[in-house]
Nanobody
Framework: QVQVVESGGGLVQAGGSLRLSCAAS????????MGWFRQAPGKERERVAA????????HYAESVKGRVTISRDNALNTVYLQMNSLNSEDTAVYYC?????????????????WGHGTQVTVSS
């Protein structure tokens, strides 16, 4: 099972960009689908984006389509979330998660390895 640690959050002005990183440790990172989730105060956790083990398949929430790109580098055991045109609705704690998959699927049966999260705050 992999362990994941997020980084790259911070304070950004509306319209700005941030790139979040998720570093994974443990064996066989390339056998895990990876996802980015977020949770804002008083709201339910939302899956923002997910990527298959090869990086060839991705899925995005409607709320971020066209503004966010998920990618991964299996050689570095790292997954990224590039976020552009940020607005106040993007303010949340962002979590990285991993789930084992047998094939090149975007969504595992369960994301069972979670990081502690990184805060993203967008000021208007």
């Amino acid at each position: 099972q992999v362990q994941v640690v997020e980084s790259g959050g911070g304070l950004v002005q509306a319209g700005g960009s941030l790139r979040l990183s998720c570093a994974a440790s443990g064996r066989a990172f390339s056998t895990y689908a990876m996802g980015w989730f977020r949770q804002a105060p008083g709201k339910e956790r939302e899956r923002v984006a997910a990527i298959s083990r090869s990086g060839g398949n991705t899925h995005y929430a409607e709320s971020v389509k066209g503004r966010v790109t998920i990618s991964r580098d299996n050689a570095l055991n790292t997954v990224y979330l590039q976020m552009n045109s940020l607005n106040s609705e993007d303010t949340a704690v962002y979590y990285c998660a991993a789930g084992f998959v047998l094939g090149d699927y975007v969504l595992p049966t369960i994301f069972n390895s979670w990081g502690h999260g990184t805060q993203v705050t967008v000021s208007s």
